[in-house]
């Protein structure tokens, strides 16, 4: 029965898709820290949608049937699936609890992460 409830807030890759071109961001969310091991950062990262308002949001799950929330382990994988979603950037928080924000390309309203250019008329 918890999965029928937990379904609203749940969204797979295709929807992700639907929901960036809506205007929801995309969150990375850093589960458990990021540690280098050789040439290679490993450590548990996922993602969600959310709104601009903070309001609503829905975890990246691998399918909608099986509700497994998708799990990224290396950094690699994690900026792979970024640039697979048309973000340009990638910023990924490697202490347990960061979070970082993405938009999609295209979007008018960026998270503020650096200058804001400012257009004279």
């Known amino acids: 029965m918890a999965h029928i409830e937990e379904a609203p807030n749940v969204v797979t890759e295709d929807g992700l898709r639907s929901l ?4 929801y961001l995309l969150e990375v969310v850093c589960k458990e820290a990021g540690e280098k091991r050789h040439n290679s950062w490993y450590g548990t990262w ?4 959310v709104a601009e308002d903070g309001r609503a949001d829905k975890m990246l799950v691998t399918s ?3 509700l497994k929330v998708r799990e990224f382990k290396t950094i690699v994988g994690l900026v792979s699936f ?3 979603m048309g973000c340009t950037t990638a910023s990924i928080p490697l202490e347990e609890g960061g979070r970082e924000r ?3 390309p ?9 200058p804001v ?3 004279d008329d």
């Open 64 to 66: 909608r049937s099986y």
């Open 102 to 104: 993405h938009a999609a």
């Open 82 to 84: 970024l640039a697979e």
């Open 106 to 114: 295209g979007r008018v309203a960026q998270p503020r992460t650096g």
């Open 46 to 49: 996922v993602a969600r949608a």
């Open 20 to 23: 960036l071109a809506d205007g």
């Open 117 to 119: 250019l400012v257009k």
